[in-house]
């Protein structure tokens, strides 16, 4: 059982930065963020994976980062250069198997989810 905690999440101006961090228990592998806005779709922002290979969203490349910290079982999301287009809930998500090509942005692979963070960009 892998349990997922999100936090980082909050208001902020268009331009600036926000950082994100989801601190999981258990043993993890691949692990992602999602975003959601309201009435859209989840779409995968970014995932790494056991070695350290990441992927991110066309709109987010340049602006956002993905890394870890395994000794302390985090996962963390670098947000820079935030728009109103980022504003959204932020999710961070677990499969323990390894994924291949687009599959890591796909919501249906992951098995577990965060409850989630709302990042809110003002203009």
């Known amino acids: 059982q892998v349990q997922l905690q999100e936090s980082g999440g909050g208001s902020v101006q268009s331009g600036g930065s926000l950082k994100l961090s989801c601190a999981a228990s258990?043993?993890?592998?691949?692990m992602a963020w999602f975003r959601q806005a309201p009435g859209k779709e989840r779409e995968g922002v970014a995932s790494?994976?056991?070695?350290?290979?990441?992927n991110y969203a066309d709109s987010v490349k340049g602006r956002f980062t993905i890394s870890e910290e395994n000794a302390k079982n985090t996962l963390y999301l670098q947000m820079n250069s935030l728009n109103s287009e980022d504003t959204a809930m932020y999710y961070c998500?677990?499969?323990?198997?390894?994924?291949?090509?687009?599959?890591?942005?796909?919501?249906?692979?992951?098995?577990?989810w965060g409850q989630g963070t709302q990042v809110t960009v003002s203009s």
């Open positions: 790494i994976d056991s070695d350290g290979g990441t």
């Open positions: 258990g043993d993890t592998r691949c």
């Open positions: 998500a677990f499969v323990s198997g390894r994924l291949y090509g687009a599959e890591w942005s796909r919501p249906s692979w992951y098995t577990y």
